[in-house]
C-alpha cells in the first residue's frame, strides 16, 4: 500500500498530527515545569536531573516535530522511541515503589512503552515516501 496517496497518505498525516504533536507538547512542558520535573528526576535518583530534563526536552521536540512534519523521520522516531522506553524504567519504575504509588507508575509505565510501540511503526515507516511531509532524510 502507497503511503503518499489516498486514504492511507490522510490516515498518516493525522497519525503524524497527533503522536508528534504529543511528543512536541510533551517536550515543551518539560521547558515550561523544568523545576518541578528536576525535582522528581531528583526523586527518582536521576543523575544530572535538570541536564536531563532539558536534554529529554530538546528530545521530544525534536523527534515531536521530526514526526509531525516528516523531517528526518528515521532519526526523529527513533529519539522518540529510545527516550520512552529510557523514561520508562527510569522514571516509571512500578517495581521499586510503595504499593500506594504502584497504580499511577504502571500507568504511565505502559502509557511510554505504548508510546514508544507507536514510534516503532513510525521508524519502520521512515523508509516510505509519506504525503504531506518536508520530506527530508538522511
Given at each position: ?7 492511507a497518505a490522510i490516515?498518516?498525516?493525522?497519525g503524524?498530527?497527533?503522536?508528534g ?14 523545576e518541578?520535573m ?18 529529554s ?6 523527534g515531536?516535530?521530526?514526526?509531525l ?11 522518540a ?5 529510557v523514561?520508562a ?5 512500578f ?11 504502571i500507568t ?18 521512515s523508509?516510505?515516501?509519506?504525503a ?7
Amino acid at each position: 500500500m502507497a503511503l503518499d496517496t489516498g486514504l492511507a497518505a490522510i490516515l498518516l498525516l493525522v497519525g503524524r498530527v497527533l503522536f508528534g504533536g504529543i511528543l512536541t507538547f510533551q517536550g515543551l512542558n518539560h521547558f515550561m515545569n523544568a523545576e518541578e520535573m528536576t525535582g522528581y528526576a531528583e526523586m527518582k535518583g536521576l543523575l544530572a536531573p535538570g541536564f536531563n530534563v532539558i536534554a529529554s526536552g530538546v528530545m521530544l521536540v525534536l523527534g515531536g516535530l521530526g514526526i509531525l512534519l516528516g523531517v528526518y523521520p528515521a532519526l526523529a522516531a527513533g529519539m522518540a522511541a529510545t527516550f520512552l522506553v529510557v523514561a520508562a524504567f527510569t522514571m516509571h519504575d512500578f517495581w521499586a515503589v510503595p504499593e500506594e504509588q504502584q497504580q499511577d507508575e504502571i500507568t504511565n509505565f505502559l502509557k511510554n512503552v505504548e508510546l514508544a510501540g507507536a514510534a516503532l511503526v513510525f521508524l519502520a515507516l521512515s523508509g516510505e515516501t509519506w504525503a504531506y511531509a518536508v520530506g527530508m532524510t538522511l
